[in-house]
């Protein structure tokens, strides 16, 4: 592994980066810091670069956007892993009770823990801290509340197609994307 000291804002290292499996299926998203240690490692090869590049006394490289790894990894092609971020992400970091869309956000169990609520996709969804605390331990029916959309299952290629911006523009034809005009 080549030393590689990159100096660069934080903001920059920790841009999306889309990861393909040796097979070019959609695999995760990380941050380009990541990306740029597979890369060192020799476990990845860059398919795409943002235009920015990462400058050391050595070597300039261009910050990868999009990644292939160089050997195949097993997993569950349709999962998305259960956790906070990615249902903040799901739910657009908006509120399912009241839309709000800015400020902090917390996950709620629509059906609480208590009254035999499950950690399911179907049951945590995107709350404000008010809302959060005025449902308290309800049911959201209990609490005069109703749920904006039904939360369900994300589809993988979906869930990456969200992390889609103008900058992403080299994902697109990874995630069968139409090419930008
Ligand atoms: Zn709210």
């Known amino acids: 592994m080549n030393a590689i000291a990159i100096s ?13 499996n040796s097979n070019y299926a959609p695999l995760h998203v990380c941050t380009t810091r990541r990306a740029i240690c597979l890369y060192y490692l020799d476990k990845a090869e860059i398919l795409e670069s943002y235009e920015e590049a990462a400058h050391s006394p050595s070597t300039t490289l261009s ?14 092609s349709m999962s998305v892993i259960l956790n906070r ?12 009770y009241c839309g709000k869309s800015s400020g902090p ?10 009254r ?13 801290p008010s809302c959060n605390l005025i449902k308290g331990n309800r049911t959201p029916g209990e609490a005069g ?16 197609q969200q992390f889609v911006r103008h900058q992403q523009i080299g994902w697109r034809p990874y995630l069968f994307m139409e090419p930008l005009q």
């Open 145 to 160: 509340m109703q749920v904006k959309r039904q939360p369900v299952r994300p589809n993988r290629i979906h869930y990456f």
């Open 63 to 76: 910050l990868p956007s999009v990644v292939k790894l160089n050997k195949i990894v097993h997993y569950n």
């Open 116 to 128: 035999g609520g499950l950690d399911s996709w179907e049951n945590l969804t995107t709350a404000c």
């Open 85 to 96: 971020r990615n249902i903040v992400q799901r739910d657009h970091h908006t509120c399912q």
């Open 8 to 20: 660069l804002n934080g903001s920059i290292l920790n841009r999306a980066v889309l990861v393909l």
């Open 105 to 114: 956000v917390t996950v709620d169990h629509i059906i609480p823990k208590e």
